[in-house]
């Protein structure tokens, strides 16, 4: 027999966290991990706390059985935990592969519901007590610590499961798991459940009580705490909330949810809290399942505002938004999001913050225009908002500016531009062929503006990323013995090439190069 000591019963205060990422995770449709991911995933819940990992279940495969033996190796704080069903070849496997920890456990696990039992294990509710009972003595002989579930417990009579509990106790379960198999039950259900087996199992006082909630109604957080305020001092969840179907409690969510709301829930985890941004990351990585963009403590807009109003209250005081700061679950800073609500003390704000103090004639036009953009595109990156400052700035002086512009092209050609300019605050219209839209574009503007400039540098990238994202246009001019680039940035190629061709033309004209500018007035 291993000796390995018993996990301390915690204080009415604190919650034992079981991660099962590793093995409830796993089972999610397409969410499986290579040996080496595993490896880095089990080493990172050891560094945040946790204080059960469930590493894999070692009957299924000889890849797991080593993945768990590797983890209950190398870890050094948790314990280590590995799955059985009731069959004896399950029980001695789980038990030879956490052999190597520090502290291992064997966790097994039976059906307890009336439509488990007949359907599924097609047994007797006498049979699967015994058998509940003789899985648990024969994983008691191996290991000192021994789990013992009941799967679909919140579907299953409660006399029975009763009788289970306390029968299982009585043969040495450490830790008794009432799942919430299927995410049927509620949280006032839940509570109630926990209350009445402490309550009418004699011996329950022998055994830590735990929580193992999946999310098929979104109620899985919820039920987890309803459990931990019936009795349970262990919950069972996963990173990012992975698990089979709709996954299952998050423990972010929960190590959170008792941590602000103490008031609340007067318990501790002893998780630390700012590693958990990297483990969902880690995991998300891992498993290649991306992490939903509001997903809760861990999503990317988590601590994200974009509403002009709630971004003019984080301003003014951070707690006005957030119930809790960006550092505790390791992420650098509240992100104030530019998009089309947005308000003007943010996007001032974001602008003071990337280096650039504005007047307010300045501030009003650059805000329009990013309004603008932010019809145009659905993400708005710090360098779309660079490329709007400089192109104020360009256009401050400017004699020549871009009213509008229309392009036909494509295979059948010709390719046409109709242009409008301002030029010297007189409106002026031409239309203009050429070997392609840049072309024409260029041929409009020279008809508009006659001019002996060279064109040096036509250069194009992207601002950003995406298919919606703002091209910028390098164009040199060279005339008279001088060269001058300007850029332009628009989502669309050819306005911007417009407004570069145009930033050239009037550098050249600041500059005392004479273009013959001539139009005709409307």
């Not at 839940?190 to 009445?196: D, Q, S, T, V």
């Not at 830590?208 to 098929?216: K, R």
């Not at 119930?323 to 609500?341: D, E, F, N």
């Not at 992207?462 to 919606?468: I, M």
């Amino acid at each position: 027999m291993t000796s390995t000591a018993t996990p301390p019963a915690p204080t009415p205060e604190r919650v034992l966290i079981f991660d099962t990422t590793l093995r409830d995770g796993e089972q999610c449709p397409g969410a499986t991990m290579t040996f080496e991911e595993k490896i880095q995933v089990a080493e990172l819940l050891d560094q945040m706390g946790v204080d059960i990992i469930e590493a894999g279940y070692p009957a299924a495969s000889n890849g797991d059985f080593e993945a768990v033996s590797e983890i209950a190796r190398r870890t050094e704080r948790a314990i280590v935990a590995g799955l059985a069903r009731t069959a004896p070849n399950d029980i001695d496997r789980a038990a030879a592969a956490v052999r190597g920890a520090r502290r291992g456990r064997v966790h097994t696990f039976v059906s307890t519901s009336p439509v488990h039992m007949k359907y599924k294990l097609q047994k007797s509710p006498d049979e699967v007590l015994a058998m509940s009972i003789a899985s648990v003595e024969r994983a008691r002989n191996l290991i000192d610590d021994v789990e013992w579930s009941a799967e679909d417990g919140t579907r299953t009579e409660l006399d029975f499961l009763c009788r289970c509990v306390e029968g299982v106790i009585k043969a040495g379960a450490t830790t008794i798991n009432i799942p919430d198999t299927v995410g049927y039950t509620t949280p006032d259900e839940y509570r109630a459940l926990f209350r009445a087996v402490r309550e009418r199992v004699p011996n329950s006082d022998k055994a830590i009580f735990s929580v193992h909630c999946h999310n098929d109604l979104g109620m899985a957080v919820a039920n987890s705490l309803a459990g931990v305020e019936g009795g349970a001092r262990q919950v069972e969840c996963t990173i990012n909330g992975i698990g089979e179907r709709a996954g299952n409690a998050a423990l972010e969510e929960i190590v959170m949810a008792l941590r602000v709301r103490g008031d609340a829930y007067p318990y501790d985890t002893g998780i630390e809290s700012t590693l958990l941004t990297r483990a969902s990351k880690l995991v998300a990585s891992a498993t290649s399942f991306p992490v939903q963009y509001n997903k809760a403590i861990v999503g990317r807009n988590a601590f994200a505002h974009e509403s002009g109003i709630h971004q003019d209250g984080m301003l003014k005081h951070t707690q006005t938004y957030e119930i809790m700061t960006p550092a505790t679950v390791g992420v650098s800073k509240t992100s104030l999001v530019m998009g089309k609500h947005s308000g003007r003390a943010a996007f001032r704000s974001k602008l003071e913050e990337m280096g650039h103090r504005l007047s307010d004639n300045q501030l009003q036009d650059v805000f329009g225009r990013f309004k603008d953009l932010c019809d145009r595109k659905k993400h708005v990156y710090d360098e779309d908002i660079e490329a709007l400052v400089d192109e104020n700035v360009a256009e401050a002086h400017n004699r020549i500016r871009l009213v509008s512009l229309t392009v036909i092209a494509g295979t059948r050609g010709p390719q046409r531009a109709t242009l409008r300019l301002d030029i010297d605050g007189r409106a002026a219209t031409e239309e203009a062929d050429g070997n392609g839209p840049v072309d024409a574009v260029f041929n409009a503007i020279k008809a508009l503006v006659p001019h002996e400039a060279a064109l040096e540098l036509y250069q194009v990238h992207a601002v950003t990323e995406g298919t919606d994202a703002q091209a910028e246009v390098s164009v040199r001019l060279g005339a008279e013995g001088r060269s001058v680039t300007a850029r332009g940035a628009d989502p669309d190629t050819l306005v911007a090439s417009a407004k570069a061709y145009l930033g050239a033309l009037n550098k050249l004209l600041a500059g005392g190069t004479r273009l013959h500018a001539q139009h005709a007035a409307e």
